[in-house]
């Protein structure tokens, strides 16, 4: 087992500093919707519906949800890297986010919304996030 470059403080102070609101693929997906002429049809960070969509388009009845490959464990290069301090711990952490989001999904579903995944890695090709959001939103 490896020992951590930062003392736990530090360590604490870092993962603080991780946002969840605001962060830069949010930011290129809603980007994105403007470019395909949504831009001013959404809402962001919809705390009434499960799992707080990251842009809610209500008048659609879809959701977006912005993913971090790493924090929701995608299958792409970032998000296949296990830590190697404390790894059980992020394990069962990343799990459970995995968990949670299949639970909020379902429960949009049920509700009779339509709900997109858009992972991190996909925001890095915006012609193509563009068309796949396009396609999503578009009736």
């Given at each position: 087992?490896r020992?951590?470059?930062?003392?736990?403080?530090?360590?604490?102070?870092?993962?603080r500093?991780?946002?969840?609101?605001?962060?830069k693929?949010?930011?290129?997906?809603?980007?994105?919707?403007?470019?395909?002429?949504y831009g001013?049809?959404y809402r962001?960070n919809?705390?009434?519906?499960p799992?707080?969509?990251?842009?809610v388009?209500?008048?659609?009845?879809k959701?977006?949800?912005?993913?971090?490959?790493?924090?929701?464990?995608?299958?792409?290069?970032?998000?296949?890297?296990?830590?190697k301090?404390?790894?059980?711990?992020?394990?069962?952490?990343?799990a459970?986010?995995?968990q949670?989001?299949?639970?909020?999904?379902?429960a949009?579903?049920?509700?009779?919304?339509?709900?997109?995944?858009?992972?991190?890695?996909?925001?890095?090709n915006?012609?193509?996030?563009?068309a796949?959001?396009?396609?999503?939103?578009?009736p």
């Open positions: 087992m020992a951590d470059v930062f003392s736990p403080e530090k360590r604490s102070a870092v993962m500093a991780v946002k969840s609101k605001d962060t693929p949010e930011r290129i997906v809603r980007a994105a919707a403007c470019a395909c002429g001013r049809r962001l919809g705390a009434h519906l799992g707080k969509p990251d842009l388009f209500t008048s659609l009845r959701a977006v949800f912005v993913h971090g490959c790493f924090w929701h464990g995608h299958d792409c290069r970032r998000g296949a890297r296990k830590p301090d404390n790894s059980a711990y992020w394990s069962a952490k990343i459970r986010n995995r949670r989001d299949s639970v909020a999904i379902q949009l579903q049920g509700a009779g919304w339509s709900a997109l995944v858009v992972w991190e890695c996909e925001t890095r915006a012609d193509a996030l563009e796949r959001l396009a396609d999503f939103l578009n």
